[in-house]
């Protein structure tokens, strides 16, 4: 998140597609720089919601598993 992803080599740019801040950088691009909307943002904000799902799903099960254990 310290440099634009265009500067970045295309090797990176592919890994950075795994986390979120490459997506949350994406859509604060397209509605700063690139004078979207709301509309604009949404596929990223998607993805960010099905990653926040996804992570949540994980966590509630480990933390299911840790208290079935006894800690």
């Known amino acids: 998140s310290m440099l634009p992803l265009e500067l970045m080599p295309d090797a990176v740019r592919a890994v950075a597609d795994v986390v979120p801040h490459s997506w949350a950088y994406e859509?604060?691009?397209?509605?700063?720089?690139?004078?979207?909307?709301?509309?604009?943002?949404?596929?990223e904000v998607g993805v960010l919601f099905a990653m926040a799902a996804v992570l949540l799903g994980l966590g509630a099960l480990r933390l299911g598993r840790t208290l079935r254990e006894g800690g």
Do not use: E
């Not at 859509?27 to 596929?43: I, K, Q």
């Open 27 to 43: 859509a604060f691009a397209d509605l700063v720089r690139r004078d979207g909307g709301v509309g604009d943002v949404l596929p």
